[in-house]
């Protein structure tokens, strides 16, 4: 097997080129998943993506430094950034061992279209959170919306937190999110709030090697659905900031007939 390297990678949502969530993206030449997950953790990024072009059909696979997930919000948008500059095409569809992703351009911002988010259930233990993140029971709340988990291609935990100053006051335990997502068979935590008309988030996945991610699709997709349902979507077409301090995201949303689109800014860089 040639020697594989990451000499280029992508950063999605950033802002005017900084900050986001950065994202190798490789075509697949008939690699192992072996060598697919030795790859992702040497590269040591969020994800990274591989891609198979079959007849006119683009799969993707999604890789953590820890395992493969089966969508990634942030992975789909730069492989599709890949496909546009070395196919010189621009798919309506990518697929995914999630599903179908729909893509659409909009000026110069690629947007994904994540599906509905799929409520699984409410969680009415607040302890465990609240000794997860270090943050007061109290400040677990937003316009009486609970904690739950939803299922946006992969599970989440979605917290609603009181307002700004609570979201940024989360330091996580990692062994206990990641004992917490164990048990709940999810991918991380994924906390958001409301001020001023500005929806901020922060997300954590420790459990797959991911301590925190300044910018994240499918996470935002359900917390996009949660607010639509809740009659709480501050507008139809927004920004999501994710992260804190330099390293920060801009989600781009569209809310339309009741499904979401999320898109964002892709800055490349050569490593070699």
Known sequence: MEH?????????FSRNGIGGNKACVLLD???SRAEKKAVAKKVGFSE???IKKLDCVYFLE???PEDEVELCGHGTIAAVDYIIENFKDKPKIVMTKSGEIEIR?????????????????????????SEATNLGKDKIEFQKMKPKIFKSGISDIIMPVRDYNSLMEIEIDRNKLINLSKTENVIGLHCFTIENGQIYARNFAPLYGIDEESATGTSNNSVLHYLAREKLLPSNLGIIIQGIYDDIGNVNYLY???FVYI??????????
């Open 256 to 258: 339309k007939d009741t």
């Open 4 to 12: 594989l390297t990451c000499t280029k990678y992508y950063t999605v």
């Open 48 to 50: 990274t993506v591989f």
């Open 105 to 129: 351009y909009i000026d110069s911002i690629i947007y994904i279209k994540l599906g509905n988010a799929e409520e699984i259930k409410t969680l009415f233990d607040i302890d465990m959170l």
């Open 62 to 64: 999604f890789f953590t």
């Open 263 to 272: 898109g964002g800014e892709v800055i490349k860089i050569d490593l070699l």
């Open 29 to 31: 030449k008939g690699y």
